[in-house]
């Protein structure tokens, strides 16, 4: 294993550390916590405040997306763990500006435990804390970690789109409201060349031939539903947006957001053939993209392979909120 590193026991701390100096104007290290928070805290006056968190190793998710137009604070926990309920608590008292604190939690059995610990203690300092379950991943049930689906990539749109509502100076009940109108309509599914490498480990995740493939694997090397050879990119597209079809049931003059997501070691060059054959095989569905995103927003560290997220625009809103302006680490759009 070769690994730009100094410590695998320090290289989470080392990251934030690293994180809060190479972007000042956009986040700041609370304390000595793991917690990174807005810079710009005078955007967030009298907004509801919007967090998440989870283990790293998924980066930029979910600290790139702090700032104006998205995310208030971010926990990170340790590699592919969940963070602690007094971090997640520090992040909650600081996001809090007198509206009240959303949370976005992923479905992972730890994330959900700690996160409502935090939320219970925050509640008794009287602070308004809800929260969305994101459990997008269609591949597989009740997969390690998780009792149900598995929360991945799809929780990057409903954090745009919650950031754009939280923005506009939505409401704690708007914004609830909104989640969980939107959390149905959000899928995702991937598939995966390699595994990733925990560094503390020192070895993949699982192992797969040098032409082989598994589709439906979790960002944490979890199991997925099937092994076959390696598959050209649009039968890899057919592969998913069967399944994703199932889920939806796609109809001409449907309107969808299309994410295609790296997960960690995949060039862009081979996302955007995949991206092709994805839009490629949706029109002869009859179906329209009218938002589309390529590139690294949710990986497994070192692990070679994609995900592709269909959110499925049932709101003319929805799209507007997708397109509104962010300033973030990871997704600047002015």
């Not at 100096?21 to 405040?49: A, W």
């Amino acid at each position: 294993m070769k690994k730009i590193m100094n410590d695998a026991t320090q290289i989470v701390t080392e990251m934030v550390d690293g994180m809060a100096l190479s972007y000042p104007e956009y986040v700041k290290r609370l304390d000595d916590l793991l917690v990174l928070v807005r810079s710009q805290e005078e955007s967030m006056t009298n907004k509801v405040g919007l967090i998440t968190g989870g283990g790293t190793g998924h980066e930029p998710a979910s600290a790139g997306y702090i700032g104006e137009g998205m995310l208030s604070a971010v926990v990170c926990g340790q590699i592919f763990s969940s963070p602690t309920p007094d971090q997640i608590l520090a992040a909650i008292q600081t996001a809090d500006h007198g509206k009240g604190v959303f949370m976005i939690i992923m479905n992972y059995s730890g994330d959900i435990m700690n996160f409502d610990m935090a939320r219970e203690m925050a509640v008794m300092d009287d602070i308004d804390v809800r929260f969305i379950v994101v459990d997008d991943d269609i591949a597989v049930e009740d997969s390690t970690y998780t009792q149900g689906r598995r929360g991945v990539a799809g929780t990057v749109l409903m954090e745009k789109i919650l950031g754009a509502a939280a923005d506009s100076g939505a409401s704690l009940s708007e914004i609830e409201a909104l989640a969980k109108q939107v959390l149905p309509n959000l899928k995702t599914i991937g598939v995966a060349l390699s595994a990733a490498t925990v560094p503390e480990v020192g070895k993949p995740g699982f192992t797969l031939a040098e032409d082989e493939v598994e589709y439906g694997v979790g960002i944490h090397s979890e199991p997925g539903y099937r092994r076959e050879e390696m598959q050209p990119s649009a039968k890899l597209a057919e592969e998913l947006l069967a399944r994703l079809n199932d889920e939806f049931n796609f109809t001409p003059e449907d309107h969808y957001a299309v994410l295609v997501n790296g997960m960690g070691a995949t060039p862009l060059m081979e996302q955007f053939v995949f991206m092709r054959d994805v839009l490629n095989q949706l029109a002869d569905f009859g179906v329209q993209a009218d938002f589309t995103k390529v590139g690294n927003f949710m990986t497994s560290l070192d692990m070679a392979g994609v995900s592709l997220t269909l959110l499925k625009l049932r709101e003319d809103q929805w799209l507007k909120q997708l397109n509104y302006p962010v300033n973030t680490i990871a997704m600047v759009r002015k």
